[in-house]
């Protein structure tokens, strides 16, 4: 199973310099691909800050989010729950991971979620998220 982060759900329904690579990753996959609801809250967020900052019409956020929502509707990606877990293992690899890499809480938020998902990849293009993730044993997408 793949665990996909914003990053990659945003640039997949925005365009923007990641939306190729995303497209080409999914495609390419055959492994199921999840996301929780934080990923759900953050790339709708995401979609309506690029209005805020006039980076997208609203027409252009309210076309993007209806695709988003209709590809969780018809199951593309498996939508679950945060686990009450990952709040346990993101503090954990805070821990080790903060002062050192300065990641940012919901980062590493998601890193937890794929982990207590039982996820194999995390997709993301977040470097830092990339890295906690590569270190907690995770694979990762490639940056094209």
């Not at 995303?22 to 609801?37: F, I, K, N, V, Y």
């Not at 690029?50 to 939508?79: N, T």
């Not at 039982?118 to 094209?144: C, I, M, T």
Request: net charge positive; proline share 4%; glycine share 2%.
């Amino acid at each position: 199973m793949i665990y996909l982060d914003a990053s990659v759900l945003v640039s997949l329904y925005c365009p923007d310099a990641n939306s190729a690579p995303a497209t080409a990753m999914l495609r390419q996959t055959r492994d199921s691909m999840a996301l929780s609801l934080l990923a759900e809250l953050e790339t709708v967020n995401a979609i309506g800050l690029r209005v805020f900052r006039k980076q997208m019409s609203r027409a252009q956020a309210a076309i993007s989010l209806q695709s988003f929502e209709a590809d969780l509707r018809s199951a593309v990606f498996q939508l679950t729950p945060l686990p009450e877990t990952a709040l346990h293992r993101a503090r954990d690899l805070s821990r080790t991971y903060a002062p050192r890499i300065g990641i940012r809480t919901v980062d590493l938020l998601h890193v937890a979620a794929a982990l207590e998902l039982g996820a194999q990849k995390l997709y993301s293009f977040d470097l830092r998220q990339r890295e906690v993730a590569r270190a907690a044993g995770l694979k990762l997408n490639p940056l094209w």
